[in-house]
């Protein structure tokens, strides 16, 4: 019952509650009158599938919903949690990863899809305590520093210079014709715009994939 000042009527303030209160019940549209909900009633079991996924040479057989992303199967099933979710929409590229050496946000990828596929996250680009030479450039040139961009950032640069190698064009190119691309810094710059930084280290980035570059 709404508190009312015998002389003025409701006031203010039980007004927005009472408004509050009739806003809640609308937008959930719970009836005033509704049962509890049975709390010992189960949900409906989400079905799920049997997947074989080959992730840094290595064979995992595992059960997930379909609906499963790549990104959160490695994080979530399979304890790879080095490629990072930052927007989980293909904006930020904090998730890219490598299939077949090629760089894909794999939070745009379900998993089921990936079948069959050599998939490559930045738990497997060292040989052993010996580091990529990407992350080992990454490191001297101080190429991070919070580092949640960074396995992204390195997986998507060896795909780039992947790419750089097989001759792809970027739109940095002058000459998309040419058969051999020199990675100038515009062009590394171009090639690594899918990959953000908050921490703005780009500019150490680039030396970073500069020197990989050169020294492949
Ligand atoms: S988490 Fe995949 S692009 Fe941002
Ligand atoms: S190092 Fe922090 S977001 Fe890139």
């Known amino acids: 019952m709404a508190k009312t000042d015998s002389r003025r ?13 009739t806003g809640v019940l609308l937008a959930t549209g719970i009836p005033v009158d509704a049962e509890p909900a049975d709390a010992a009633a189960s949900p409906t ?19 997930l919903d379909p609906r499963t992303t790549l990104l959160d199967a490695l ?8 490629s990072k979710k930052g927007c989980d929409h293909g904006q930020c590229g904090a998730c890219t990863v490598l299939v077949d050496g090629r760089r894909i946000n794999s939070c745009l990828t379900l998993a089921a899809m990936h079948k069959g596929d050599e998939i490559t996250t930045v738990e497997g680009l060292a040989e052993g305590d010996q580091l990529h030479p990407v992350q080992a450039a990454f490191v001297a040139r101080d ?32 000459d998309v014709a040419a058969a051999s691309v020199a990675l100038t810094d515009a062009e590394i710059r171009e090639r690594m715009s899918g990959n953000i930084c908050r921490c703005a280290a780009y500019p150490n980035i680039v030396a970073a994939i500069r020197d990989a570059a050169e020294e492949a």
């Open 9 to 21: 009527g409701p006031t203010r303030r039980t007004v927005l509650e009472g408004g509050v209160a």
């Open 45 to 63: 079991p989400v079905p799920t599938m049997p997947m074989s996924l080959r992730i840094n040479a290595k064979d995992f057989a595992v059960e």
């Open 75 to 82: 994080r979530n099933h399979l304890g790879l949690t080095g």
């Open 143 to 174: 190429g991070f520093q919070c580092g949640y961009c960074t396995p992204g950032q390195i997986c998507s640069a060896v795909g780039m210079l992947g790419e750089a190698r097989a001759g792809w064009p970027s739109h940095a190119s002058a």
